[in-house]
């Protein structure tokens, strides 16, 4: 490596799309910077010796209450553009996951609330790049 040659710091983090049958998605309404006040899917910071499907599973537990384990989590992609977060770079897993209708919800952690919303009816103060997330979540499989 030579003298001009930096390292960028890199965060790892774990993002999930949860729905229902019925066509809803639980968003979490972010309690602080950046994009307070904007609504994301929930997730957070992969903790050293974690995989990113168990952190995914407690970052949703933590942030909604609503307990799913690390293998009902179906991949959907890697999201890892150098500007997608404002503080830096981090990269996301982001995962999908099916609950049944009713599932109760609470609010907690990173959370300012917990609500289910239809999938053609989001918000428009979507945090992050949580909408591209989402429609991926939500595509045809082929």
Known sequence: MTETETFETI???A???VLTPGGDVLLI???WP???GHWACAGGHVDPGETSRAAAARELAEETGVHVTAD???PIGVWDAPERDPRGR???VAYA???P???TITAGDDARTACWWPLDGLPVRLAFDHADILSAATAPTP
């Open 15 to 17: 993002d999930v799309v």
């Open 90 to 92: 981090y990269v996301t």
């Open 72 to 74: 009902e989590l179906r």
């Open 101 to 103: 209708v009713g599932t």
């Open 34 to 36: 950046p994009f307070e």
């Open 29 to 31: 309404e972010r309690d």
């Open 11 to 13: 965060r790892y983090t």
């Open 97 to 99: 996951a099916v609950v």
